[in-house]
């Protein structure tokens, strides 16, 4: 049950990342605010997105997304499961997709709570140079990228063998 460690280590760091960055933007009043890290190519800065991924606005719809979220988490759950049961290389990409999702799905349930005072899911993390920057993210959204480019790896390099070993 090692794989189980990768999603949990994934929740702790991402919700500890967010839990940081919210008391440390809001204490300083720098909501919205810019705050270099390496020059001005990776820089924080704290938003709190209502939507899914890239920006796309579904806050109207946020109660059913929650709920397509915690049916996703069950499948890639059920699906980790089963790739470790059978010895199968997705387990590797699966435990870093389910750690992206349960971390951000647990934003998404703080909505619901109104003394968190939570309007999205957390985002921090800036990239770019100049005014060429990727969407604002966080460790749950590169850990569901990991996951993804592994099993696209795993799945395009790796035909021939898929298993792995206990």
């Known amino acids: 049950m090692k794989f189980f460690l990768i999603p949990i280590l994934v929740v702790l760091l991402d919700q500890f990342s967010k839990f940081l960055i919210k008391n440390y933007f809001i204490h300083q009043n720098l909501f919205y605010s810019k705050v270099n890290i390496i020059g001005d190519f990776i820089r924080f800065t704290f938003i709190e997105n209502p939507g ?4 796309i606005d579904t806050s109207k ?3 059913y997304i929650t709920i397509l979220t915690i049916s996703a988490i069950i499948f ?3 699906q980790l499961f089963q790739s470790i049961k059978t ?3 997705d387990a590797i990409p699966l435990a870093f997709i389910l750690g992206g999702a349960i971390g951000n799905c647990i934003d998404r349930v703080l909505v619901f709570i109104p003394s968190f005072n939570y309007n999205g899911v957390i985002d921090f993390i800036d990239v770019g140079i100049g005014d060429f920057r990727w969407y604002i993210f966080n460790i749950a959204d590169a850990s ?3 996951g993804l480019f592994i099993f696209l790896y795993n799945f395009f390099m790796n035909k021939t063998n898929k298993s792995i070993e206990e």
């Open 52 to 55: 899914i991924a890239f920006g």
């Open 144 to 146: 569901i990228s990991i």
């Open 76 to 78: 890639i759950f059920y």
């Open 87 to 89: 010895k199968n290389l």
């Open 61 to 63: 719809y946020h109660f």
